[in-house]
Nanobody, 115 residues
Framework: QVQLVESGGDLVQAGGSLRLSCAVS????????MGWYRQGAGRQREFVAN???????DYSDSVKGRFTISRDFAERTVYLQMNSLMPEDTAVYYC?????????WGQGTQVTVSS
Protein backbone atom coordinates (compact mmCIF):
# COMPACT_ATOMS: atom_id res chain seq x y z
CA GLN A 1 0.00 0.00 0.00
CA VAL A 2 1.29 3.43 -0.87
CA GLN A 3 2.38 5.82 1.85
CA LEU A 4 2.16 9.59 1.51
CA VAL A 5 4.10 11.84 3.88
CA GLU A 6 3.50 15.58 3.83
CA SER A 7 5.94 18.14 5.13
CA GLY A 8 6.64 21.85 4.93
CA GLY A 9 3.77 23.24 6.95
CA ASP A 10 4.61 26.17 9.20
CA LEU A 11 3.46 29.42 10.74
CA VAL A 12 3.84 32.27 8.24
CA GLN A 13 2.70 35.89 8.02
CA ALA A 14 0.10 36.97 5.51
CA GLY A 15 1.70 37.64 2.15
CA GLY A 16 4.38 35.04 2.74
CA SER A 17 5.16 31.80 0.93
CA LEU A 18 5.53 28.14 1.77
CA ARG A 19 6.29 25.02 -0.22
CA LEU A 20 4.65 21.79 0.85
CA SER A 21 6.07 18.43 -0.12
CA CYS A 22 4.40 15.05 -0.41
CA ALA A 23 6.81 12.13 -0.45
CA VAL A 24 5.28 9.09 -2.13
CA SER A 25 6.47 5.55 -1.40
CA UNK A 26 5.77 4.34 -4.93
CA UNK A 27 6.19 5.80 -8.39
CA UNK A 28 3.91 8.77 -8.97
CA UNK A 29 3.12 7.34 -12.40
CA UNK A 30 1.16 4.59 -10.67
CA UNK A 31 -1.59 7.09 -9.94
CA UNK A 32 -3.93 8.85 -12.34
CA UNK A 33 -4.24 11.89 -10.10
CA MET A 34 -2.08 13.42 -7.39
CA GLY A 35 -3.72 16.16 -5.41
CA TRP A 36 -3.71 18.50 -2.47
CA TYR A 37 -6.69 19.11 -0.21
CA ARG A 38 -7.11 21.14 2.94
CA GLN A 39 -9.32 21.22 6.00
CA GLY A 40 -9.72 24.27 8.17
CA ALA A 41 -10.98 24.12 11.74
CA GLY A 42 -14.68 23.28 11.78
CA ARG A 43 -14.81 22.96 8.00
CA GLN A 44 -15.05 20.12 5.53
CA ARG A 45 -12.02 18.96 3.59
CA GLU A 46 -11.81 20.85 0.30
CA PHE A 47 -9.99 20.48 -2.98
CA VAL A 48 -6.97 22.71 -3.53
CA ALA A 49 -5.10 21.47 -6.60
CA ASN A 50 -4.30 18.37 -8.60
CA UNK A 51 -2.02 17.16 -11.33
CA UNK A 52 -2.95 14.35 -13.69
CA UNK A 53 -0.65 11.62 -14.91
CA UNK A 54 -0.36 13.42 -18.24
CA UNK A 55 0.68 16.66 -16.57
CA UNK A 56 -2.42 18.82 -16.72
CA UNK A 57 -3.30 20.72 -13.57
CA ASP A 58 -6.40 22.12 -11.90
CA TYR A 59 -6.91 24.53 -9.03
CA SER A 60 -9.71 25.71 -6.85
CA ASP A 61 -10.82 29.26 -7.56
CA SER A 62 -9.65 30.36 -4.12
CA VAL A 63 -5.99 29.50 -4.83
CA LYS A 64 -5.75 29.96 -8.60
CA GLY A 65 -2.90 32.30 -9.47
CA ARG A 66 -1.32 31.95 -6.02
CA PHE A 67 -0.60 28.21 -5.66
CA THR A 68 1.29 25.93 -8.04
CA ILE A 69 1.32 22.14 -7.98
CA SER A 70 4.30 20.29 -9.44
CA ARG A 71 6.00 16.91 -9.24
CA ASP A 72 9.40 15.29 -9.42
CA PHE A 73 9.29 11.74 -10.74
CA ALA A 74 12.82 10.89 -9.66
CA GLU A 75 12.20 12.11 -6.11
CA ARG A 76 8.67 10.62 -6.06
CA THR A 77 7.47 13.90 -4.61
CA VAL A 78 4.57 16.22 -5.29
CA TYR A 79 4.90 19.87 -4.33
CA LEU A 80 2.53 22.70 -3.59
CA GLN A 81 4.11 26.12 -3.87
CA MET A 82 1.93 28.60 -2.00
CA ASN A 83 2.47 32.33 -2.51
CA SER A 84 0.61 35.40 -1.30
CA LEU A 85 -0.75 33.43 1.62
CA MET A 86 -3.81 34.73 3.41
CA PRO A 87 -5.23 33.93 6.86
CA GLU A 88 -8.05 32.01 5.19
CA ASP A 89 -5.46 29.57 3.83
CA THR A 90 -4.93 28.34 7.38
CA ALA A 91 -5.68 24.62 7.41
CA VAL A 92 -4.26 21.14 7.57
CA TYR A 93 -3.09 20.28 4.07
CA TYR A 94 -3.40 16.70 2.86
CA CYS A 95 -1.82 14.92 -0.07
CA UNK A 96 -3.92 12.45 -2.04
CA UNK A 97 -3.14 9.77 -4.61
CA UNK A 98 -6.00 8.36 -6.65
CA UNK A 99 -6.49 5.75 -9.32
CA UNK A 100 -9.14 3.25 -10.36
CA UNK A 101 -7.94 1.01 -7.53
CA UNK A 102 -8.58 3.48 -4.77
CA UNK A 103 -7.65 6.71 -3.04
CA UNK A 104 -4.95 7.21 -0.43
CA TRP A 105 -4.22 10.05 2.00
CA GLY A 106 -1.29 11.33 3.96
CA GLN A 107 -1.46 12.41 7.58
CA GLY A 108 -1.48 16.12 6.79
CA THR A 109 0.70 19.12 7.56
CA GLN A 110 -0.46 22.26 9.38
CA VAL A 111 -0.27 25.62 7.66
CA THR A 112 -1.06 28.67 9.77
CA VAL A 113 -1.16 32.14 8.27
CA SER A 114 -1.17 35.04 10.70
CA SER A 115 -2.64 38.43 9.85
Amino acid sequence: QVQLVESGGDLVQAGGSLRLSCAVSRSILNYAVMGWYRQGAGRQREFVANILRGGSTDYSDSVKGRFTISRDFAERTVYLQMNSLMPEDTAVYYCNAADTGGSWWGQGTQVTVSS
